[in-house]
């Protein structure tokens, strides 16, 4: 049959050999002229930086059909662009009636489509569980994060390859940091499971290192907040958000 080319809205292509490239070009394509926005104008972000859109806000859309059609599909796209998650979840919070604000606010996202339109990286998905503080989130966080270093640390040690120096861990939140190397916290969240706790253990046996990471430089506020342009462009290159066209042309 061939090499894969397309499916399911996933384009496949191969820049180098032995490489994949998988994007949803030709998807988003076919959103933009669904919406009737293929010679839209594009814009530099998905959303406004420090907006906060109201279920109220607006008159309620006389057929909500093509705003429920396009944010669903706007959902299987974020697969391979996760810069427009947090977007596509705040529009998404509006399926039940929403108003010409609401769709406002969705033609931002596609006009950021638009000028993306061949860019692509990894998925990400929402946290599982919902915590009682932020606190608690980024701990919860580096908890997980420290269990899959510690796999990934076992497999290389079964191929016998040792880290010279301890994985470092880079968290926002100073209170969570607290946690991770300092007992005299535990009592405040002795409410967390203590399968969590395994992560002050291994920054205490120096099998990884947490330091603190300026909010600034901090990746995963594309997956939590509007941003202004300038910080979000930075934040997606640092995710490795790649075009396509650029890779193909060598």
């Not at 941003?227 to 462009?233: D, E, G, V, W």
Request: charged content about 20%; proline content about 6%.
């Amino acid at each position: 049959m061939g090499k894969l080319t397309y499916f399911l809205g996933l384009q496949a292509s191969y820049p180098t050999p032995g490489a994949i490239f998988v994007n949803q070009t030709k998807y988003a394509r076919d959103l933009l002229h669904k919406a009737g926005m293929t010679i839209c104008k594009p814009c530099p972000t998905p959303c406004k930086p420090h907006t906060q859109v109201l279920s109220t806000d607006g008159e309620p859309l006389k057929d909500p059909t093509l705003y429920r059609n396009i944010v669903g599909a706007l959902q299987y796209l974020t697969f391979t662009r996760p810069d427009i998650a947090y977007s596509v979840n705040t529009v998404c919070q509006y399926m039940t009636n929403p108003t010409e604000v609401h769709f406002h606010t969705v033609k931002r996202i596609l006009r950021y489509i638009q000028g993306t339109l061949t860019y692509v990286s990894w998925q990400s998905k929402r946290q599982g569980s919902v915590s009682r503080s932020s606190t608690e989130a980024e701990y919860r966080a580096l908890a997980h994060t420290a269990a899959d270093l510690a796999w990934i640390r076992q497999v290389l040690a079964d191929l016998h390859m040792c880290l010279p120096t301890p994985p470092i861990l880079y968290c926002d939140n100073l209170s969570a940091l607290a946690f991770s190397s300092n007992p005299v916290f535990h009592s405040r969240i002795k409410h967390m499971d203590t399968d969590f706790h395994f992560m002050r253990e291994r920054v205490q046996r120096k099998d990884l290192e947490v330091q603190y990471v300026p909010t600034e430089e901090q990746l995963a506020d594309v997956f939590t907040k509007g941003l202004h342009s300038p910080i979000f462009l930075k934040h997606c290159t640092n995710l490795r958000l790649r075009n396509s066209v650029e890779l193909e042309g060598g």
